[in-house]
């Protein structure tokens, strides 16, 4: 789709923070509309253009029709707000809140016609995943079709990036220099479709203004209140914004304030979105490192390609799961292959301490004491001299942590190399920032022999599947193939809930078979549309 | 003092809406300053002309030094904004919200010598003013001078719209149409020092926007979190700004959450400006009846006069209790001084119903089915043709209620007529607009039969004072006498935590005869000083 083709070769040249800065910028422009379920979209636009030019606009399902619409200009918002009402109900009353949230009423409904395409905005089906592999020419081009089904559309990283400014909009109302920025999957490339929305409020800009002004005899602070810690005053922010959530925010239901979390958090779901959100403050860390990633998955396609496979892959043997335990995380896993990328001769990727090296002075920075320097300029990093394709890297990635040293090695992306490992603990991830801690800890001995296990047996699999191509075959092969629930786990699949998977697996087996007769074409078709948009 | 006579001469002539309106305007470009004890106050004000020129200034104490100063543009203060900071302690973390609410720095407070006169913004002791009224000349004098000591100077009511301002910003955060407007004591020209600020949060505006922008086949409306009543919309919105107050609020402190009175509020305490502050929404029959006092009270000198001796004197006599009880209350006393003003012949006031006829369109009010329609314009009420005196209309008060048939009749400012009583409550006086309710319902007959006894013994006591002047005396005579502990009541006045009271006047009844041998004018200046500011 070239929107996002425009998207990935212009953000490859942008840093992290500029990418942000555009993102942030654009949503400013943006609004929200709930919109009935039949919706004239010429006319709703040449509506909207009375209060200024659309730049861009699409529509999307979630708890009914809803449209982001992108002014060029910031002040048609403001033209639009003046022309707009607060609903007064017979028997509901409004919380009186104005905000870029709007809801669209037609006078006359009946009399509609609706001719608008909406963009997808969730995960798709496991069925739908490895019918669009089978489909597929090659293992190379099964891994590249799985990266463009599971990753982040451009709509969707608007909606994101919309749904932090609708967000700011509340905390700006109290702290005007706050800002709220996405981090995580959202933001370092490795996100797939209908992942969380990790929100970062940061107010440390607040109080950076005018340190100069300070001649004269008089120094004029403002009067606040204050409390014993900065946890205190940050548990204090976020507790006040969950109220304002609740009680006014728009689309914002199931509010929880979790304030005595280590990193204090406001958790909530943004219906209109579909967005499952989670609210910190000053986690400077955790912005640091989708930056990084950031970076990994920019430098070369064959890192985010590989990423998606493994997690697929992981997720699909319940080696990951979304409930918290011992499994392992797709953070850990994403630093796997980036280990492994490092370590292919010659290296795929450079190490983080050559990133660091890279960095100028602007790029110094330091959080609680950790060096988190690394270059931001991705053009000063030169392209790898490596040339395997990504059907032998994710053989080599599988077959390598088939036959890792876990028992006495760590690893390291800091160094690019294993280390001694410093503690017993099964698996051994250097934390890249704060490395003292293992980012894998929560890992035990057996998770980590099934992963063992899985990534010997899904590297024989495609040994053997070397060259086979759907022309020929009749049953998943090649990545689906690796997607399939493998025997031996089935109990354990089930209670991690995959007991519908594999029925879906079932079904669309058969459905394979009876396609195969026809002309393959007709499905690779449906499969590219439902990749789209 | 010349300030406020212009206020007085000027405000004379406005309307209500028109003084709210000037006065929140001339609050929304002030600034509160907590200062160190030792402050230059020529060289402050040089310092803070470099954001624009100061109209008006002063200075008060109130846990603390603190300045008030207004500029003459609005623009003053984001340019005094730009140039201020966040404190930042070591050991202290700042909420760092950002207000009109400032603390001054000294550079170096060692070498710094004071020069600032602070207004006085408290009620005056009551040793105090029996020694003033001793110093009067006449009964008639003493009324007034009784009038200027308790009622609010141009300083208080300039900080009563600065703090209503400031909480406006906190509250307008969210609904920026909304306002927060002082009413009751603080603006009915009935308040004294010391007296609470009620505050009224009007969300009305809001929504009432661009009603005629409806062309086109499209509405646009917010999208808003819904309630089933309007009594929970406020409550929501009324307990997520008292959150706001106790979590940010500067100098907001003990902040109460009462959101399932009758009329839900929040109480909070305003440090800074030693406010007592409830804050009620939508709560529009009240702010009429604010309106109603303020015209009464403006349309002729002696009906505030009158209000002030006879509320000072029930207070004196434990008729009226800060404790809520079976009291008579302020509002019902001044409801009976009006009462009575209308009685006269020729009345010294109109009733409420020939205000009523002499409005026009623009008047027309109605609330809650309730007919609040009265004249606005102060100027179309023509003066009265009545001349007595207020120590007449002072002792007729006395003689007046002394013999009013409170067993049959009730009082009707309406009509400005007694009316036959509806119920059997011992005292009956109609609610001048939710004409159903009898504002004085908690007074029972043994509180009655003490303002009767009361009243007849304070009527003979100025009878028998006629014409005595401190000239002669050389202890409390005329109001001053009616203010002294009555002797039949000393155990009730105990309860009502009266006992220092007592104290005090002993002391001062010595001080009095002490000074009785000095000239006079001496102790008067004193008074005139305190009295003023």
């Known amino acids: 789709m070239g929107m996002r083709k425009d998207l990935q070769e212009t953000t490859k040249k942008k840093t992290f923070s500029e990418m942000q800065k555009e993102r942030r910028e654009q949503a400013q422009r943006s609004i929200l509309i709930s919109c009935p379920k039949k919706i004239p979209e010429k006319k709703l636009l040449k509506h909207l253009c009375q209060h200024g030019d659309i730049t861009n606009h699409f529509f999307f399902e979630s708890f009914g029709l809803h449209a982001v619409i992108e002014f060029s200009k910031k002040e048609s918002i403001a033209s639009l707000q003046d022309a707009s009402f607060i609903p007064r109900g017979e028997t509901e009353f409004p919380i009186p809140f104005k905000s870029r949230f709007f809801h669209l009423n037609l006078k006359n409904p009946s009399n509609q016609t609706s001719d608008v ?49 609708l967000i700011e909009d ?13 981090f995580g999957s959202s933001v370092n ?25 300070t001649e004269g005899s008089f120094l004029m602070e403002y009067q606040v209140k204050n409390v014993p810690s900065e946890r205190w005053a940050t548990q204090k922010i976020l507790g006040v914004i969950g109220e304002c959530l609740d009680n006014f925010g728009p689309g914002c239901v199931s509010v929880q304030k979790i304030l005595n979390a280590r990193c204090p958090l406001v958790r909530f779901s943004h219906q209109a979105s579909g967005f499952q959100c989670d609210l910190t403050a000053n986690n400077r860390i955790a912005m640091k490192s989708s930056e990084l990633l950031y970076i990994y998955g920019s430098l070369d396609s064959r890192v985010r390609a590989l990423a998606f496979s493994v997690r697929c892959w992981a997720r699909q043997q319940s080696l990951t799961s979304s409930i918290p335990g011992s499994w392992l995380t797709n953070f850990s896993l994403t630093i796997m292959v980036i280990f492994f990328l490092q370590k292919r001769s010659p290296p795929v990727i450079p190490s983080l301490d050559s990133l660091k090296n890279l960095a ?30 990504v059907d032998t890297l994710l053989c080599q990635f599988f077959e390598y942590f088939g036959n890792f040293p876990f028992n006495k090695n760590s690893i390291n992306i800091r160094k690019g190399k294993e280390q001694n490992k410093p503690d017993s603990s099964p698996i051994y991830i250097q934390n890249p920032f704060e490395i003292s801690l293992n980012i894998s800890r929560n890992v035990n001995e057996s998770q980590l022999e099934r992963f063992v296990h ?3 047996e899904s590297a024989w699999i495609l040994q053997e599947n070397k060259g086979q191509s759907s022309k020929t075959s009749t049953e998943p092969w090649g990545l689906a193939a690796l997607l399939l629930p493998s025997v031996p786990n089935k109990s354990k699949a089930k209670k991690a809930g995959r ?20 002309d393959p074409r007709a499905t690779r078709k449906k499969t590219t549309i439902s990749t789209q948009s």
């Open 170 to 182: 509340i905390a700006a109302a109290y702290f005007p220099s706050c800002t709220i920025k996405p």
């Open 189 to 213: 490339t490795f996100g797939k479709l209908g992942c969380d929305l990790d929100m970062f409020l940061d107010l440390d800009d607040i109080g950076k203004n005018s340190t100069t002004k």
């Open 454 to 456: 899985l990534a010997r």
């Open 360 to 389: 100028d002075v602007k790029d110094k920075c330091i959080i609680d004491n950790n060096d988190c320097t690394f270059v931001s300029n991705l053009d000063r990093i030169k392209p790898s001299e490596n040339t395997e394709t």
């Open 117 to 165: 395409q909406c963009s997808n905005q969730s995960s798709p089906l496991n069925a739908n995943i490895i019918k669009a592999l089978c489909n597929a020419e090659s293992v190379e081009n099964q891994i590249n079709t799985l990266m463009k089904i599971l990753q982040l559309t451009e709509e969707n990283i608007r909606l994101r990036y919309l749904t932090c400014s």
């Open 499 to 518: 007991g519908q998977t594999s029925e879906a697996v079932k079904k669309l087996l058969e459905s394979i078979k009876a396609e195969s007769t026809k």
